[in-house]
Nanobody, 115 residues
Framework: QVQLVESGGGSVQAGGSLRLSCAAS????????MGWYRQAPGKQRELVAQ???????NYLDSVKGRFTISRGNAENTMYLQMNSLKPEDTAVYYC?????????WGQGTQVTVSS
């Protein structure tokens, strides 16, 4: 079983920065895909960024150049550096880990960007 815990959310003004962290515990293996999703009120959950076990990354078009996903030195940590935040980035952000044997989610952390 895998447990994911996010931290680092909060409230910032437009143009500000936040860094989200995800700590995974349990049976973590290298062959997985980790990612950040977000869900704004009244909208569907969407993929923001993902990082594959080999290091390749993928981003939502609207965050390219502003957000950076990375893994920590310990294979059970992941980060999302968010710069130049916009009000439309306001959402609950979820950490996700996918591997062939299962798909796991954190509880979510709120990010609020005011104009």
């Amino acid at each position: 079983q895998v447990q994911l815990v996010e931290s680092g959310g909060g409230s910032v003004q437009a143009g500000g920065s936040l860094r989200l962290s995800c700590a995974a515990s349990g049976s973590i293996f290298r062959s997985n895909v980790m990612g950040w999703y977000r869900q704004a009120p009244g909208k569907q959950r969407e993929l923001v960024a993902q990082i594959f076990s080999g290091g390749a990354t993928n981003y939502l078009d609207s965050v390219k150049g502003r957000f950076t996903i990375s893994r920590g030195n310990a294979e059970n940590t992941m980060y999302l550096q968010m710069n130049s935040l916009k009000p439309e980035d306001t959402a609950v952000y979820y950490c996700n880990l996918w591997r062939p044997s299962g798909n796991y989610w954190g509880q979510g952390t709120q990010v609020t960007v005011s104009s």
